[in-house]
């Protein structure tokens, strides 16, 4: 299989406690995103990799979230000190190219649940 | 931000009818982009839409751009059970995708 995988699929976790999510890319893809998505909204947007500089995070990633790709290929969301409005489905999605309109494969997520 | 709104919320068919969902925006837009969400699932690309006034069609579905660059409709004819699930409009700002609303097409055999 060479779409975008992530990894968990589900996590649950108690207020407070850090969690870590993995996805990895198409492997050609040089642009890498990430959305949050509530129950019965679209995607938000959260932040932006072009290999491996962040070149935009939006408003909703507060100090508590954090994003990496150290290399340019798979990319971590790490959350800490969660709190339940954390709870979300966090999708992962690639692109290839320049532009920032190009079609984008989105991976199957992790839905966080934060008790 | 500049936001788009799909309508409607929620469509319920019977096998056979056909189906549209409407999205509209405030500002012109570069690019238009449509997604199906299936329950469970993850967004799934269906197609690109830039030029004014563009239409594109797969088999039962068609796209439109609108001539102002502003709206944009999804029609799905003599729709189907494997058809049902969220369908979002989405354009391409810079380096992000921005959402509407979706809409949700429950289909009744």
């Known amino acids: 299989d060479t779409g975008v995988s992530q990894d968990p699929r589900h996590k649950i976790t108690k207020r407070g406690q850090n969690v870590t999510f993995r996805c990895d890319p198409i492997s050609e893809h040089n642009r890498l995103y990430w959305y949050r998505q509530t129950l019965g909204q679209g995607p938000e947007f959260l932040t932006y990799?072009?290999?491996?500089?962040?070149?935009?995070k939006s408003r909703l990633l507060s100090d508590r979230f954090s994003a990496e790709r150290p290399k340019g290929s798979f990319s971590t969301l790490e959350i800490q000190r969660t709190e339940q409005g954390d709870s979300a489905m966090y999708l992962c999605?690639?692109?290839?190219?320049?532009?920032?309109?190009?079609?984008?494969?989105f991976g199957p997520g992790t839905r966080l649940t934060v008790l | 931000g500049q936001q788009v709104m799909q309508i409607p919320q929620y469509q319920h068919v019977q096998e056979g009818e056909d189906f549209t969902t409407y999205c509209n925006s405030s500002t012109t837009l570069s690019n238009i982009q449509w997604y199906k969400q299936r329950p469970g699932g993850h967004p799934v690309f269906l197609i690109q839409?830039?030029?004014?006034?563009e239409v594109k069609k797969q088999k039962r579905l068609t796209f439109q751009f609108g001539e102002a660059k502003k709206n944009s409709s999804l029609h799905i004819t003599a729709t189907q059970t494997t058809d049902v699930g969220t369908y979002f409009c989405a354009y391409g700002a810079t380096n992000k995708l921005i959402f509407g609303t979706g809409t949700l097409l429950a289909v009744q055999p």
């Open positions: 839409l830039v030029k004014s006034g």
């Open positions: 990799f072009q290999n491996e500089a962040q070149l935009e």
């Open positions: 999605a690639s692109s290839i190219g320049l532009a920032g309109d190009n079609e984008q494969f």
